[in-house]
């Protein structure tokens, strides 16, 4: 089969690999249906993350499964999957309390932009839609594997809940399934913070209610404005660069939490957390505890995570998929086998 | 009228001060029934902070009205009242969301180890009893101004609920108190670090299902013994110091979340919280929201926070209960004038 290698920065090829097999009992292997790049991607892809070996890459997708192990039990040959990035058993201690991110068994697993995926932990990783859904639903079942899911996280972590005011910082496709996720959570006021007309038209889209184009002191004023002068609830943090961060503590208001899932790459103001009441809570997303619920609202078509990807390719053409979201040509790309 | 002052380390008097009068509308008089020393006072006496000149200390106090001033409505002169150790006028919108110890008109006084007191913003900052209280609840109402309410606002915002296996760190009052609140909250596994036996008598009252005397690793170890080997759902971190904060990240779950109310003296480890998908939450105790509910306990009888007074003095030997706390002979020394 053929699938995307990572060969070093801004080197990604779509070549011959080895076809993926069962090789635990708890495994199964997925025909790809679709996948996607993803906005982690590209820290290797920009050389901001070293590239030590070639790797197959990708995290992200949904498919047909083709074959399992033996000890699989509730997916089949022919099921629709959809699963999280990382996998978990669903059963240790750790994902009984919904944090299956951080499964004591668990972990990632790579080269999802390929014809064919080895999925480990099936069970605990997938879970399969009742029949074949509608073409039309691929692109928001397979935003549930990772982007969706994140930003619902994000909302969760800040609490948001019905009557909530909500900022969002970042308007990549978590940012704008952040959104997405405050608004089915109930929150009433939804500020989304972006200066770029395509994802500001897609997070009103969304839900959001106000759209604040500045950043620094002319930003957090608009915010204060929108929010009693105190700063909202709930901040949705994702983006994780350290500036990202410090305005994210700033929109919040005193009390108020927010919730991360940007990759932290900067510290945080705990002792101005602390003075003003502001907590912080959130990391990897635990795709899979989200996930029933998560597939319920897209099979409903109660929302349509989807629409983040404004570009579809073939995977065949992933190299150009990366360029495209490199360059911000593209909020997130579709890839079809 | 006569009251603690701090002139330096070490060094408090109890001397003749100027009687307090209404000078704001807004204002009460209070004559004091009760007063406290608090772990916060001995840093000055300590002389971790400096004392930069002769002031009126303590912050903790119940009393009976004396003189209010024109605007205020809903105490008079005679009600037995209880409040916190900020004033707050409960009416800003920070107060609206119950966020009283960051009132935006609000601050902090001093000098309430003193015969009268005045208090700013007495509608919302006091709480009056129905009738006078039996005077044996007078310790537990005493508590309700600080150290009560601050080991509620932990347990509040670590989200201790039904079913939470809680950890405390610091056995000061208000860890205890810190016990008390997970208690109260349904939390069915309660562990108290703590090496000191009077106050693990004391936790154990309160509602601990465990003391832990170690720290470090082998403190650790115990932790996940009584935690499914994932640690703790919540953390109080009662103490502030960069070891104990260390400590209560470690003891929590992943997913876990920690509440802070140990004044901050260290930083945390913001990256390690993220990828464990730890939270923390906290701050300064908004004492005036949680007030009505745990005034509403003390006089139901159904918590005893005043078991963590077991020294009291006359208030005029306020400087023997400074040097009672300094050496660790009392948990928490009640003042009589």
Redesign the interface.
Known sequence: MRGAVIHGTKDIRFEDRPDPVVTEPTDAVIRTVAACVCGSDLWRYRGIQEVLESTPIGHEYVGIVEQVGDAVTTVKPGDFVVGGFLHSDNTC??CA???Q??C?HGGGFDGCQAEKIRIPDADGTLLATPGQPDADLIPSLLALSDVMATGWHAAV?ADVRPGSSVVVVGDGAVGLSGVLAAAQLGATTIIAMSRHEPRQRVAREFGATHVIAERGDAGLAQVRELT???GA?AVLECVGTENARAQAVAYA???G?IG?VG??HG??P??E????????????A?VRAYLPHLLDLVLRREIDPGKVFDLTLPLSEVAEAYLAMDERRAIKVLLQP
């Open positions: 201690a750790v309390k919904g944090m991110a951080n004591q972590s009693d002068g105190i609830d208001r005193p009390g939490m991360l990759v932290p510290d945080l705990t002792d957390l602390f003075w003003a009441n502001k907590g912080i809570r959130g990391g990897v635990p």
